[in-house]
């Protein structure tokens, strides 16, 4: 990933936060129908009982429910407000979030409803959100005090993961419409990474008719393979060309329904390149290797919401088909390089 490649990634990180406010959506661009989400249905489910229940349903709420709102994250780099707002239009969602303060950025997206799992992995799932039964595998969820949150009454849900190997989340959703209203990023010691709060919601309602899903595909085959991944990462289907890359920048990315990793792997040339090592990309890390895969040098790059020496390790695995298989040992002592 070359520095005028890096936006991109730069951008991931700022926002990243966001990402379970929009959980379950990976915007996929395919014109084909394979089946729909009726969020009338929001309005004769059974009241949530349970954390899983509750967080399933903020998942339909997110997509269903049509809403503005202004909302302030706190990260590493301070205090930022910021207003966004969700729409659906013919079945088809789309989001704009705008920073208030700070450097100017805004994002819009538009797409359906995204697939966990891939066209070539079974799921017997009855909820339309796949990640619902995958999540209790990997994380623990418990319900946790009411509180008040953007002048509304919340229930918090703690979600923590069962091994040190990904980040935890506290989730506060809104009682009336499911929403969540204020996400916390935690690291394995519990220490608050991000903190992503609604300070106010505008007129939510419910949108009267079906949302379209993503059709289930298979991953791309690659010339190389993944060495290592924490248990429960799938490889995710979704088109990852850019007109940012070039064409032999390879982007995919892996997820466990609540955390993300993106890779990056390009051939090394004259231009400027990352520097080996870790770098911080907002909230999230990138691990960067230069390595002779192929035949070729190489550069790798890992970024994603996880611990440090998960990324390294994904990095430092990474197997060229036909290679030998020799494996390069993660350092523990790298050093994090702000990526500004």
Same mark, same amino acid.
């Given at each position: 990933? &070359?520095?005028?490649?890096?936006?991109?990634?730069?951008?991931?990180?700022?926002?990243?936060?966001?990402?379970?406010?929009?959980?379950?959506?990976?915007?996929?661009?395919?014109?084909?129908?394979?089946?729909?989400?009726?969020?009338?249905?929001?309005?004769?489910?059974?009241?949530?009982?349970?954390?899983?229940?509750?967080?399933?349903?903020?998942?339909?709420?997110?997509?269903?429910?049509?809403?503005?709102?202004?909302?302030? #994250?706190?990260?590493? *780099?301070?205090?930022?407000?910021?207003?966004?707002?969700?729409?659906?239009?013919?079945?088809?969602?789309?989001?704009?979030?705008?920073?208030?303060?700070?450097?100017?950025?805004?994002?819009?997206?538009?797409?359906?409803?995204?697939?966990?799992?891939?066209?070539?992995?079974?799921?017997?799932?009855?909820?339309?959100?796949?990640?619902?039964?995958?999540?209790?595998?990997?994380? #623990?969820?418990?319900?946790?005090?009411?509180?008040?949150?953007?002048?509304?009454?919340?229930?918090?849900?703690?979600?923590?993961?069962?091994?040190?190997?990904?980040?935890?989340?506290?989730?506060?959703?809104?009682?009336?419409?499911?929403?969540?209203?204020?996400?916390?990023?935690?690291?394995?010691?519990? &220490?608050?990474?991000?903190?992503?709060?609604?300070?106010?919601?505008?007129?939510?309602?419910?949108?009267?008719?079906?949302?379209?899903?993503?059709?289930?595909?298979?991953?791309?085959?690659?010339?190389?393979?993944?060495?290592?991944?924490?248990?429960?990462?799938?490889?995710?289907?979704?088109?990852?060309?850019?007109?940012?890359?070039?064409?032999?920048?390879?982007?995919?990315?892996?997820?466990?329904?609540?955390?993300?990793?993106?890779?990056?792997?390009?051939?090394?040339?004259?231009?400027?390149?990352?520097?080996?090592?870790?770098?911080?990309?907002?909230?999230?890390?990138?691990?960067?290797?230069?390595?002779?895969?192929?035949?070729?040098?190489?550069?790798?790059?890992?970024?994603?919401?996880?611990?440090?020496?998960?990324?390294?390790?994904?990095?430092?695995?990474?197997?060229?088909?036909?290679? *030998?298989?020799?494996?390069?040992?993660?350092?523990?002592?790298?050093?994090?390089?702000?990526? *500004?």
């Amino acid at each position: 990933m &070359r520095h005028q490649q890096l936006f991109p990634a730069i951008l991931a990180g700022v926002i990243g936060g966001f990402g379970m406010f929009f959980a379950a959506q990976a915007f996929a661009q395919e014109t084909s129908v394979v089946d729909h989400v009726d969020c009338r249905e929001l309005e004769t489910l059974p009241a949530p009982t349970s954390a899983l229940e509750w967080f399933e349903r903020s998942l339909w709420a997110n997509n269903c429910y049509i809403f503005e709102a202004r909302a302030v #994250r706190i990260g590493y *780099d301070g205090v930022r407000s910021l207003s966004l707002s969700h729409d659906v239009q013919d079945g088809v969602q789309r989001e704009e979030i705008t920073f208030l303060d700070g450097p100017p950025v805004a994002v819009e997206r538009s797409g359906r409803i995204g697939r966990l799992k891939a066209a070539d992995v079974t799921d017997d799932s009855v909820s339309p959100f796949d990640i619902i039964d995958h999540l209790d595998e990997y994380y #623990r969820l418990q319900l946790g005090e009411p509180e008040r949150i953007a002048n509304r009454r919340t229930l918090r849900i703690d979600i923590d993961p069962l091994d040190s190997l990904r980040f935890g989340h506290r989730l506060w959703v809104d009682t009336d419409t499911g929403l969540p209203l204020k996400q916390v990023l935690v690291d394995e010691t519990g &220490r608050a990474i991000e903190t992503f709060q609604l300070t106010e919601l505008v007129n939510p309602r419910l949108y009267q008719g079906e949302l379209v899903m993503d059709i289930p595909r298979v991953p791309p085959a690659d010339d190389w393979r993944i060495g290592w991944l924490p248990k429960g990462f799938l490889p995710q289907a979704v088109e990852t060309n850019s007109p940012r890359h070039d064409e032999d920048v390879v982007h995919r990315l892996f997820s466990d329904g609540l955390s993300t990793l993106s890779l990056f792997v390009e051939p090394l040339d004259d231009a400027p390149f990352l520097s080996p090592g870790m770098h911080r990309l907002g909230i999230s890390h990138a691990a960067v290797r230069h390595r002779d895969l192929g035949g070729q040098r190489r550069q790798v790059v890992v970024m994603g919401e996880l611990p440090p020496r998960v990324l390294l390790r994904v990095a430092d695995t990474l197997q060229w088909k036909g290679d *030998d298989q020799a494996q390069v040992e993660p350092r523990a002592d790298e050093k994090i390089v702000r990526a *500004d």
